[in-house]
């Protein structure tokens, strides 16, 4: 679903990619983790169109990305942020509809859509007129996923979408979007510190430092094969109850 191939991006004068490639595959979930400034954000900025590679190509469904059809892609994938990153001065329901309302879609297509995500993500309905202020934590983020969701995208990029969120939130939140993955079967690329949640919701993971993959597989494999002493670390640092970790 998506590839980069020989990607270099600098902020600056400062390297975070260099000839840095990774297939994604289809409807499975794949999380990238690793400390902060290993390139984990940058790569779902770039796959996004937020960011320009200097050198490399990036392909989205086997189209490879360009000026000419970033808006089409755009529209295809679903990006979610930490804090959700909704409009302050529109009401939940504004900021769930708003590229339907921009393409013209049909009203009533509008409401049947809001309808199905609220039930999908327990959103309750008489808080769609709410302000994001008004909205607890865990609700702005269900409501910036739901307008991730609203086109019905191929692809969700998600940038550690819970990091802001307490620790009971969180998990309810997570439980609830295994489910959806789960219910929508689509190709999710993932963003988080956490180890435990990538292991709970990603079936690929990917560990990363210094902008490069130092190791892939599932969660299993990273716990009882680690490639090297920095996936030891980082496993143990994180003390988890992972199976096979010390605790």
Known sequence: MIKLQN??????????LSDFNLEIETAITTVLIGPSGCGKSTIL????????PQNGSIEVNKTKLSKNNLRLIRLNSGYVIQEGGLFPNMSARENITLMPRRLNWP???ISHR??????????PQDSLGR?????????????SLMRALMLDPDVLLLDEPFAALDPLIRADLQESLLAIFKNLNKTVLMVTHDLNEAAFLGQRIILMKDGQIMQEGSIE????????DFVSTFIKAQRSHLPGTAQ
Do not use: A, M, W
């Open 45 to 52: 900025r770039l796959i996004n169109g937020l960011l320009t």
């Open 107 to 109: 009203t009533e297509k």
């Open 221 to 228: 494999e990273l716990v009882s094969k680690p490639l090297s």
């Open 131 to 143: 302000f994001p202020q008004q909205l607890s934590g865990g609700q702005r983020q269900r409501v």
């Open 7 to 16: 990607v270099s991006f600098s902020y600056r004068d400062q390297p975070v």
């Open 114 to 123: 809001v309808d199905e995500l609220c039930l999908l993500t327990h959103f």
